[in-house]
């Protein structure tokens, strides 16, 4: 009888594990970028861009999220811009259940700011520590997301949609 049970308890785990394990996809998005801070006071609303991966733990509300971003903003009154590009790794927690999942999310990375600086003037690039949080909601296999996000004196808030592919 002990070896019995033994046995039910092995299957049972087995059958258990891949519910457990992490599901993985990948995906692309883009929209716009709104300077904040002192930064608002001279860069325009720009546009931007992200791809990456997402491992989600399909029995557990949290998530991790590594991505590659672009963002984009011209200068008022120069011809002159920044271009901001690096990496993320953020947590995601979502929130509630049914067909609209809402998410929050918050991470750290490492971001270059790249001046575009108006002809005949060097342009400048510097690469620093960067944070984010901010919240999204996702329908499917499609999402939108807001966040807060500053690198040193940069403060900006990407506005993005965008689609998942695979788990």
Request: hydrophobic content about 40%.
């Amino acid at each position: 009888m002990s070896r019995l049970l033994k046995c039910v308890a092995l299957a049972v785990l087995v059958a258990g594990v891949p519910a457990s394990l992490p599901a993985q996809g990948f995906f692309v998005g883009g929209g716009l970028v709104l300077p904040s801070g002192d930064y608002g006071n001279y860069a325009k609303t720009g546009y931007g861009g992200m791809a990456g991966v997402n491992l989600a733990f399909p029995a557990l509300p949290i998530g991790v999220r590594v991505e590659g971003l672009y963002l984009y903003n011209s200068h008022e009154g120069a011809d002159s811009s920044t271009s901001l590009y690096g990496g993320m790794a953020s947590a995601t927690y979502g929130i509630g259940t049914g067909p609209a999942g809402l998410y929050l999310i918050g991470g750290v990375g490492y971001l270059n700011h790249h001046f575009g600086a108006p002809s005949g003037l060097p342009s400048e690039n510097e690469w620093k520590f960067s944070w984010g949080v901010g919240a999204g909601v996702s329908f499917s296999k499609l999402f939108g997301e807001v966040r807060y996000m500053q690198r040193d004196k940069d403060k900006f808030i990407p506005i993005m949609v965008g689609i998942r592919f695979g788990g």
